[in-house]
């Protein structure tokens, strides 16, 4: 059974950082890609940041603030969030796939979210 758990979220001031963690388990890690999407109610989901199998490759949505990362050894990926605006509130969700892809359909495997909230 493929489990994906986020950790990390939270409420934090503008400015302020945070970083999200994906722990996967019942896959072969290391065979997948993992991607970041955020969602707000009444929004699509949207891609946030995308790693390749061996983090050789990454897609930053905003790469000024957002840095995506994954430990093989931990089966974990993380997402370091910089310099958060209020516009960042969203539920962050991880997800893994075959390889990066901007769009959720190309991931096979959901978390249930982790939920972001930046106060102004």
């Known amino acids: 059974q493929v489990q994906l758990v986020e950790s990390g979220g939270g409420l934090v001031q503008a400015g302020g950082s945070l970083r999200l963690s994906c722990a996967a388990s019942?896959?072969?890690?290391?065979?997948?890609?993992f991607g970041w999407f955020r969602q707000t109610p009444g929004k699509e989901r949207e891609i946030v940041a995308a790693i390749s199998q061996f983090g050789d490759s990454t897609y930053i949505e905003d790469p000024g603030r957002f840095t995506i990362s994954r430990d093989n050894a931990k089966n974990t990926v993380y997402l370091q969030m910089n310099r958060l605006k209020p516009d960042d509130t969203a539920v962050y969700y991880c997800?893994?796939?075959?390889?990066?892809?901007?769009?959720?359909?190309?991931?096979?495997?959901w978390g249930q979210g982790t939920q972001v909230t930046v106060s102004s």
């Open positions: 997800a893994a796939g075959a390889g990066i892809a901007r769009r959720r359909e190309g991931y096979a495997h």
């Open positions: 019942g896959l072969p890690f290391n065979v997948y890609a």
